[in-house]
């Protein structure tokens, strides 16, 4: 089994920063791709920002130049550096990860969710 936990969520006012981690573990052989995706009230699911095994990363076009998406491939861990956040990233943000498990099952898990407050 794998599980993905999300955290680092909050409340923070506009301009402001925050850093969310999501940290995957169990029977994992290799993880190809992680990303945050993120849903508001009313809206549907979308992509924030992935990082794939080879370090190649992909940005939606509304969180360019402010968020940033690291990993650590060691801890199976990836990280969003949100910075001058707007009232519209207001949403819960899930981790996802594309990855092969022990048993050579190839699979996407996702995160609970974390959510992630902006205040005007």
């Known amino acids: 089994q794998v599980q993905l936990v999300e955290s680092g969520g909050g409340l923070v006012q506009a301009g402001g920063s925050l850093k969310v981690s999501c940290a995957a573990s169990?029977?994992?052989?290799?993880?190809?791709?992680m990303g945050w995706y993120r849903q508001a009230p009313g809206k549907q699911r979308e992509l924030v920002a992935r990082?794939?095994?080879?370090?190649?990363?992909n940005y939606a076009d509304s969180v360019k130049g402010r968020f940033t998406i690291s990993r650590d491939s060691v801890k199976n861990t990836v990280y969003l550096q949100m910075n001058s956040l707007k009232p519209e990233d207001t949403a819960v943000y899930y981790c996802n990860a594309g990855l092969i498990s022990l048993d050579w099952v190839t699979n996407v898990y996702w995160g609970k969710g974390t959510q992630v407050t902006v205040s005007s």
């Open positions: 990082i794939t095994n080879g370090g190649h990363t």
């Open positions: 169990g029977s994992i052989f290799r993880i190809n791709v």
